[in-house]
């Protein structure tokens, strides 16, 4: 077991620490002067020059992914994306034809909803593009065409790894669909290069992140709710964020867009539910900032993971976590290891094994 886990207490802890290889795998072959080939996708290229219907479906992390994606497609490529939790969709009473592209989500390839949700859409004509880590998996072999995350095996129940690799596969495969219709310009090139270099960006948040993100849990670890903001590519981020903590802490966590607190959240808060805002510097900053102020009338501690050197966040806020400024569309992925590490740790203060979460499974094959 000890070998296994290559020196790591737990598979969680290994996982995250494989994400620049991961990143490294996800690339290699994809990605050359800032333009991107994903030769799986070849044979549908004329559809996806053409469709102007992309339906995202996938469950739990990987909708958290698909959320990144659909936004990025919406922003480089001008096409508009709808999303859906699988078990939702597949009961939705919605048209497709021959333009609709389907692109499913799912790390196994085995989660049911999913496969039933394309079995659905592919018997009404929609062309299915499957996202996944496992060859041979069930959903990639009822798709009409697969890329692979080829991040290698994931024991850890909970999502890392796999997060990651899904993040960046996908948007590469944005981009591929935007230079395709025509969107390869400057910007988007800078952002495939940017991705290229995601490796090594990786390898030195990891550098410090564990020990970071380990005295941050000691703050926290005790508390019983805890409440994640975000806007924009951001609110991904949170859901996600929350998710890891909730799964593996069993912390009730919850997420928001930061926009929606004055409609209902912010009852909530005082000095014994602390926030986690996501507000990278980015386009929606000061909106996100005067939402922090917004809790921090109401007494909540507030962490927050924001931008090297911000500080406009580090003069309002309690603790915060500081990453590297990238794209717009990047701070996802390197917000991924911070929020993934902050959740191990607090999972593994409160006495819990965080690979083996009690009441889930690595891959839901059943409804
Ligand atoms: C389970 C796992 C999650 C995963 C979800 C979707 O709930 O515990 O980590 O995100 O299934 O799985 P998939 O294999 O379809 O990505």
Sequence with gaps: DAAEKGGYPHFMLKEIFEEPQVIRNAITGRVKNGKTIIAELESIADKLKTTRNVQVVACGTSYHAGLVFKRFLEEYAALNVEIDVASEFRYRKIKFDEDTIVVAISQSGETADTLEGIRIAKARGATIIAVTNVVGSTISRESHAVVYLNAGPEIGVAATKTYVSQLTVLLLIASYIAQLRGFGDKKLMQIVNEIEGMPTIFESILATSNDLTRELAKEYFDYIHFMYIGRGYGYPSALEGALKLKEISYIHASAYQAGELKHGPIALLDRKFPVFAIVPDDSLKTKTLSNIMETRARDAKVVAICTEGDQAVARIVNS???????????????????????????????GHDPDKPRNLAKSVTVE
């Design 320 to 350: 915060r976590i500081e990453v590297p400024k990238v794209s717009e569309p990047l701070y996802p992925l390197v917000m991924s290891p911070y929020l993934q590490l902050f959740a191990y740790h607090v999972a593994v203060m409160r």
